[in-house]
């Protein structure tokens, strides 16, 4: 029950020390005199302006290395630096549902502060393995395709993966309006500044904003801003969960985090590996993934979204985040350029916890039509040059007459709002259909004995 208590307890060091800034270099600043460790946040204070936070990232020599989070302009040699613990806390409570935050906590929606039930701590370690509570009961996102063929659990974390341009940000709001979750965190890290607020007005709505908290990052913030944000948002859903809620974290994007923890590596002196990421970026990942999940308390349902480089969904962030997660979801740019939306590439995707929360009858209804996408997809190019003579092949026949209704059945509006009784009832029933397209259809060799 004091759990996050005493953690808060423990991280918190009461005595605060002062330092002098020595250097600048780059996005980096030196300071002497600062006993404290790796990641413990501080202040600097310039002769003029205002207080700057500042994370520490390294060390050189017998210096402490920090990044500052916000613009460094106006610093000089010789500033004081103090530890400031308070910044490992963010503040919360029921009165966050509806604003828009920072990467420190701070409003930006201009309504005026938020009134602050307790403090949770921004860095925190994930649910103890033997604590979780198995995942069995759905997550209803109410977009058709992912409820029929991927059905979500709740407590489960999911990716979505996509390259530039294929509807990524508007599944996301459509998730967020039409899901059965309560609460919904949403942490936007690495986006344009214009796109902040479009995303609100257009995707996310008034339906999805007033049980929404958005925590904000934007591309021109510091790389260290970019990344407390998407711990700001865990911790924030953390909150909600430890009430009874049903969380559903949503966190775009994963990649961008990725790039701002390589710019953070990178300046503490961190060598290069893969593709320029350094090992800092790849050991994130899971303390970050992990702390989603479903608890004796409440879940955390994560959708984590992923920008893939070339569409190549092998590149190095990509296949670390797979191997984490429980499942994925991608975004053809095949489908998308054919005006299919949502642009789900079914075959492509997987929820690993499907069959533990959908009955056998929904279960073998989604893979008789995974079945049928599977064999469509072997023989599409072959069907679309007229290679391909009809009674040649009965499953091949079964999946040429079935093809369109599959589609029309996947495809869903903006707007379109599905429950997921009415999908289970329609995949089921699209089995049906399809079983009787079979049984009509006569092989090749029994017309000919007859």
């Keep these: 029950m004091f759990e996050h208590h005493r953690h808060i307890i423990r991280q918190t060091n009461p005595i605060q020390v002062t330092g002098r800034l020595t ?52 610093v000089a040699v010789g500033d004081p630096v103090s530890s400031e613990p308070s910044l490992h806390l963010i503040g919360v409570g029921p009165e966050m549902l509806g604003r828009t935050l920072d990467g420190l906590g701070r409003t930006l929606d201009g309504q005026g502060p938020i009134r602050s039930e307790q403090f949770y701590p921004v860095y925190h370690e994930a649910p103890k393995a ?43 709001g459509m998730i967020s309006r039409y899901t059965s979750a309560d609460v919904i965190v949403m942490a936007l890290v690495g986006e344009r500044g214009r796109e902040v607020k479009d995303f609100i007005i257009k995707d996310l709505g008034p339906e999805g904003m007033k049980r929404s908290v958005l925590v ?72 970050l993934l992990e702390r989603a999940g479903k608890t004796d308390r409440g879940s955390i349902t994560g959708f984590y979204s992923v920008l893939v480089e070339g569409d190549d969904i092998n590149e190095p962030i990509s296949d670390a985040v797979r191997g984490i997660l429980d499942g994925h979801v991608w975004l053809s740019r095949a489908l998308a350029g054919k005006g299919h939306y949502p642009a789900v590439d079914v075959l492509n995707s997987i929820s690993r916890l499907m069959v533990d929360v959908v009955d056998d009858e929904h279960y073998r209804a989604a893979q008789k039509i995974r079945k049928v996408l599977g064999i469509w ?41 599905v429950e997921f009784s009415h999908v289970r009832k329609n995949l089921v029933q699209l089995a049906r259909d399809i079983t009787a397209v079979e049984e009509k259809i006569v092989p090749k060799a029994r017309r000919v004995s007859a």
């Design 23 to 74: 250097a600048l270099t780059g996005l980096t600043v030196l300071a002497q005199g600062l006993p404290i460790e790796v990641g413990s946040l501080c202040r600097i204070q310039p002769r003029k302006g205002r207080r700057i936070p500042a994370q520490v990232v390294g060390f050189r020599d017998d210096s402490v290395v920090l990044m500052p989070m916000l613009d460094a302009q106006g």
């Design 216 to 287: 904000v990052s934007t591309s021109d913030e510091s790389p260290v801003m970019r990344v407390r944000a998407c711990f700001v948002a865990t911790a924030i859903a953390e909150y909600f969960r430890d009430q009874g809620r049903t969380v559903l974290l949503l966190m775009d994007s994963l990649t961008r985090l990725a790039m701002a923890q390589r710019q953070i590596g990178l300046a503490a002196g961190e060598p290069p590996a893969t593709k320029g990421y350094t090992p800092s970026v790849f050991a994130l990942m899971p303390i």
């Design 130 to 172: 033997m604590s979780r509570l198995p995942i069995e009961q759905v997550l209803a996102t109410g977009i058709r395709s992912m409820d029929a063929m991927l059905t979500i659990g709740t407590g489960q974390r999911i990716g979505i993966f996509a390259g530039t341009g294929v509807g990524k940000s508007i599944l996301l």
């Design 377 to 417: 997809s072997d023989i599409e190019d072959l069907v679309n040059i007229g290679a391909y003579a009809m009674g040649s092949n009965r499953d091949y026949d079964v999946a040429i007459q079935t093809k369109p209704r599959i589609d029309e059945f996947l495809r869903q509006a903006i707007a379109e709002h």
